[in-house]
């Protein structure tokens, strides 16, 4: 039996708000249980120094808590004046997780920022800003299209993440909450696309090393939960899901 | 006329909800028109050193902006790695503006931190960031006041801030909107606590100087616009307002 | 009676010595009793990147203190490897204060650096800095008209600045020294032009709130220090002086 | 065929050079093809503060390339002032890996500084820095030993990383030196103990995506890779590898 | 016939003003010609950790120019966020030059911060500083020896520096102005005692090497450079010169 | 008798291994004794703006050590965030040194970076880094040379570099290994040319200053040190060596 009473494979509520702040080309508040994170996707029409000429767009995020998102207050890194590794980490990840369904050719060029700020944390910041920003780049995408910026529609499938893990009984859990993810032995990232491709598959035992039965043991369930995540962003993009099928 | 058919001497929709986030001591939702910040008060049981050892407490302020916050999407300023003038003239203001009211020995050997973080923009942050982070500090001395933590309540008034400006008319403008704002020939923020005293006043003519006649137009409706507020306020603050009028 | 034996609206003795280093445009050596600044005004000829091509120029103001201008030694900001906030909030403010009586059409693409470095502290640097910068600027625009750089004398109106202040006796007091700025209870600077019209007004109550009542004595003997100031300005610039009057 | 003739499952020569500089407690520089690395484990007698009085040590790694391992000079991270988020990357997972296997509570209040510098670079160098780093804790764990500073051997397994990936022909393979990973389509790095169970997976496609089929082919030949380093690195340390045996 | 019209053996005139600010423990300001420097030497009753508790002090050097001490103004180290590499070879040059004649014991646990300031630049900044802060520290010496602080003169021999330099002539010059400077092809800065004591020689040959005997030549010139140096400080010195005659 | 047994003006063992790392166009590993520094040459086909169309080249060095080159594992300068004083005055100094005897008009519009990385550090790491970089350097000529992309020999001289010193017992020593360097009263750089004419000579007395005759006897001995090294550098470089001889 979990902390807040889940199954082993079941994901905490997940809501995903959309256009939830008003400047940027697409934005949403995604919240699984308690973990919140605004992520907005701005449109650029530049590209940095080394793809200018090239034809081609680029896409970059950035991830970021509010000092009290967390149960202890967290100096911030402007203050610091240095980004964590821990951030530069997760921000590398989440770049990384969307360029591999964003065909940078059809954006011509331009640059898209992710930006992706947790206000509230429960565990699992940073695959609810992989799934959030999905939603994001989708909006803004759909915004540029209609304004006759993009010829075609540039996301080549669904895209969204999952934390898994096993626990001190060598229980696999899907979707750790704080609590859970702290006393968890192995956790895992996953990272897939609507047709269940890894796009980033991020394992660490560092309490506990793990076997390969786990793993698989693992991944299972990983696939359940991002097959309800991707049911819930087809849902929430609405007409917008159309421009994916048609791919 | 104003852009958004309000009167001269008239607020924005002021909408200020309590307990936004789950972890912090204190939290609220500010809302002035379009100008949403999140304030946050976090009570650590520690000062800094040079207060070491002397009975007394320190409340702090930080003020960011999330990256596209605004119309143009701004550089984080941790990865810049250093905070900007503009960001400490305002959080140096909102901390002194909050000591005005705050009894530091009354709150024993623990510090404030109050964190105001604009999630959108539109004019007016740094007083909309003072209104809410009032409340945001009395929902967190009712906290540890109830846990027995302190002894008597530490606030000794109601702290508002609000901007006004005189545009290109010469009509002096109450709680300015960003397109009021960059267009005012002059700008002024005021601080005021419950009994029409002020805490700071900063008035500034980039455009143009300002007269003496002119101040007195500005702080008149400066003065309409705290009072309304404060009203706000305590409303808000509900039967915690009533540690207000023991004072 | 006030620690030096003032009155309480009587200003320091103001000594202002023009050309005091020899290579910037324009240089003054400032004392306001014991406060001692180094104005300097250079010219150069090109604008930041964002006015390039525009047809104006550009005054931009720094500010900093010798570590041993004060009574402790501080710890130069080169070595912390960041400008504190205090300095940042006193260069932008010199800054906006020389941008509002200089037509920056009249410059053509030039930029104005100010440099302003405190040698002896005791009270007042920001409000001095800005009294003798725009004497280093008159002295600079002089030099480049009569040079054939520029067509038009570009200096609008006289500038100065003077600090007011409330002490624990409730008295407003003119120009305070270091002694009675750390025991005042409101604090404020003022920055006038020539014709009495307001440029900045930074007033903050820490220790204490102040009416409005209050707020107007302060102002009352602020106009007569800025008038004292601006006759020792016009009488330190001599001939160039009558520049000012063509306006 | 691969660039240099090796079969897919081949690894590169390996070899282990110990005591590679003198002044470390263990040091080798390890060679996987061209790629090599010194790295040196450092022994210090204290833990940083939040380990005090604990009872326990604390490992941890930093990472670097020379300037000129590349085929393009990389800027010196000390000159550019900041440390790359690649960089740490590798260092967290180096320092997350060998915790896998360092039992902290038997090193006492120690620190174990891993430092893993990069000489030449030809692929695979953050898993040779894991593989190398493995028998430079070694030596150290042995002199200390020796020492009579710890009294218990406080390695619990062999640990060894290597690289594998998929070409643009589908082909899955082991050991990637820098033209193979360049354009490989999924590239994926395995830290294992001696035992074959994970301590750290990561795989990333960021050109393509991968099947779950295709990550079973990899983790096959990461184990026989993984086979071959534990030999070698049992080999190196000689009679130290009979510690291992004990356990 | 050297630019200013002086003989190659001749210093410029030099003036040393003292007590030149009013806080610090000892001051001057040191014109060579139009270099003219802030020098401060400032007293701190404690030292550095690493010499706590040894019974001796510690004595340190900071050295800074004005943005416009030089015909181009220079951007400010704390703008630039660090010390530049000539900043930091002058300093400790000053540091360790400064170190060679005070008897670190005979001052007790206490720091000296030696401040150098150059307010206008002309050639020779870092050999008038010597000189200058020299003079400054005398002054502190005599200060807290006077307070009883310390209880013997703890300066063991006067100190001075000067430039020497070889120009396209081939001709050896004393005390380069900066257009001397900027043309010679050897430039050495010697640091010598009252005593004809080497405590620093640090000769460049950028443009043209140079051979022992012209080596020869710069440091017979050097030398009656220092001779005329010391005198005029021990004249600045007055009675205070009589502590270094009792040595 | 010396702490390792060599004679007064003996040098320690060198060994200069040449093409030590494959990537740079130049490269050696220097042994002098114990003392082992990489130095490799990258030819870069740009120069910095300041010289862009000028027709001719620069080179331009950086030094660093490993953090465990030396008995106490020093921090990473990139951790820091900043680059210490001593760094860049070596750095500096590689840099000078190498620029006198390097035809910069010869080299074409390119800048050699030349990076000394010290492995492990037993005193003279900077001497040991410029006579490596000097042979490092002529690989690196030698190979654009010959691939035609210079047209003539650039280098002018050899250069090579020692350092002497004077120990507690007034005895001049060649080539101080750490421990002698570290209690040596007296420490000098000498950097030659094969002619024997200076490039730069920096000594310092730091715990004693040092007269005029005991500088003549370092002096005599450095030569001969330089000698030999210049011996070693023309056996190093085989047949490149007669494109000096050409000279």
Chains 1, 2, 3, 4, 5, 6 share one sequence.
Not at 74 to 98: C, D, P, W, Y
Not at 137 to 155: D, F, R, S, V
Request: net charge negative.
């Amino acid at each position: 039996m979990r902390v807040d009473g889940r199954d082993v494979d079941q994901l905490r509520e997940v809501v995903i708000e959309t256009n939830y702040v008003k400047h940027p080309e697409g934005s949403v508040l995604i919240s699984m249980g308690d973990t919140k994170v605004i992520c907005t996707a701005t449109v650029e029409d530049r590209v940095p120094p080394f793809l200018r000429g090239k034809g081609k767009g680029w896409i970059t995020a950035e991830y970021s808590m509010l000092p009290r998102a967390t149960e202890q207050r967290n100096i911030r890194e402007s203050s610091k004046g240095k980004v964590a590794g821990r951030t530069m980490e997760i921000q590398r990840l989440i770049g990384r997780a969307l360029r591999s369904i964003l065909d940078l050719e059809k954006i011509g060029e331009r640059t898209i920022w992710i930006d992706c700020d947790v206000i509230q944390a429960d565990g699992g910041t940073r695959t609810a800003s992989i799934t959030g920003a999905f939603v994001a780049l989708a909006l803004a995408m759909e915004k540029i299209l209609n304004a006759g910026k993009i010829k075609e529609w540039p996301i080549t499938d669904y895209l969204a993440a999952v934390s898994v893990g096993i626990d001190s009984q060598k229980e696999a859990l899907l979707d750790l909450c704080y609590q859970e993810d702290a006393n968890a032995e192995v956790d895992m990232n996953v990272v897939m696309t609507g047709v269940h491709h890894f796009v980033e598959l991020q394992g660490t035992g560092e309490e506990a090393t793990f076997s390969r039965e786990q793993l698989n043991s693992l991944l299972d369930i990983a696939e359940k939960g991002i097959d309800e995540l991707v049911k819930i962003q087809r849902e929430t993009l609405g007409s917008i899901a159309d421009r994916m099928i048609e791919k």
